[in-house]
Nanobody
Framework: QVQLVESGGGLVQAGGSLRLSCAAS????????LGWFRQAPGKEREFVGN????????YYADFVEGRFAISRDNAKNTVYLQMNSLKPEDTAVYYC?????????????????????WGQGTQVTVSS
């Protein structure tokens, strides 16, 4: 079992920054991938990026365009999503999720249905 708790969301002006955290507990090691997704009102859930927990490889959706960065602190069992140059269209609920014991490159794991465990989400609102 893996438990995930997101934090760090809030209201920010366009061009600003936020750092989201995803604290994980349970079996979080070795060959697990942690992904970030988001869902805006009336829209489908969207892949943001992911990170391989042990090796630290990261992969991002095209729309990120270098504005976001995923990192991890293994000692704290926490993964971060640093978001810079935020735009109003980044407004959404952001979720972290884990898929365990992956067999493929992290670039394969971009669909929410592939992930086994989810956090409760944190709201990010970007004002114009």
């Amino acid at each position: 079992q893996v438990q995930l708790v997101e934090s760090g969301g809030g209201l920010v002006q366009a061009g600003g920054s936020l750092r989201l955290s995803c604290a994980a507990s349970g079996s979080t090691f070795s060959r697990n991938v942690l992904g970030w997704f988001r869902q805006a009102p009336g829209k489908e859930r969207e892949f943001v990026g992911n990170i391989r927990w042990d090796a630290g490889y990261v992969y991002y959706a095209d729309f990120v365009e270098g504005r976001f960065a995923i990192s991890r602190d293994n000692a704290k069992n926490t993964v971060y999503l640093q978001m810079n140059s935020l735009k109003p269209e980044d407004t959404a609920v952001y979720y972290c999720a884990v898929v365990k014991s992956v067999d493929y490159s992290i670039t394969y794991y971009t669909r929410g249905a592939q992930y086994n465990y989810w956090g409760q989400g944190t709201q990010v609102t970007v004002s114009s």
